[in-house]
């Protein structure tokens, strides 16, 4: 196959921010809530375009996906926040396409493709009700005002927890040509886990908890 001679490479940085909730059939555990909880992302972007207009695109990427787990505590009629923070290295391939409709210089493109995710890091704090850490007060009663507090990272269980996961990917933005070898463009991406964070032969998926997340980032790719 003989390549157009418009064929071109290109290798970039990117940095944002995502936002990433967790989705769970948890109706049956109607005391565990979850919540969104911002992150960031870094990213190095590589991109092979076929034509003006039509690319493939693959990523080596840095991101933090955290949420919030919010339990009610049916002891102490309250409830104690667990905020999670989630490390990600995340390799996605997409396939993408671009157009200048008003021939301004400034292309509009969309990408669609997969993702695998390999889980890093994991870090939790927030309160906790353990009956064994709560203090007393001096009569002998449980304080159950001022929680005990955690601040650490968590060991990952190997039989539990699903640290490859894969997913799907759509994307939009706009780039602009600011030279001849450069350009710039920002980007708004959703991901779509299809890996639960916890393997089935250990909990049932029921309970099982999926990664949703927004990645908005700015960069800039320069032209070989």
Known sequence: MTLPLFASFEVGLAVG??????????SYYYEHQYYAENGFSIS???QYNLRDNFSIRAEVNYLSKNYLHNTYQKTLSKNTDE???NGFIE???MLQISSDPLDLGINWFMNAGC?????????H?????????????????????????????????????NRLQV???VGTGFDYQITEKVKVFTEVRYLYSLSGLTKDSSQKDLYNKYN????????AMYCF
């Open 83 to 85: 905020y999670c923070y």
């Open 115 to 123: 993702y695998l995710d390999i889980w890093l890091t994991r870090h």
């Open 212 to 219: 949703r997340t927004i990645v908005c980032q700015l960069g």
């Open 17 to 26: 921010f995502d936002n990433s909730h967790i989705l769970t059939s948890s």
């Open 167 to 169: 997913g799907l990917l």
């Open 125 to 161: 704090k927030g309160t906790t009700f353990d009956i064994f850490e709560i203090d007393y007060y001096s009569d002998g009663s449980p304080n159950y005002i001022d929680l005990p507090t955690f601040d650490t990272d968590v060991a990952f269980v190997s039989l539990v927890d």
């Open 91 to 93: 390799v996605p391939f």
């Open 44 to 46: 190095i972007p590589f």
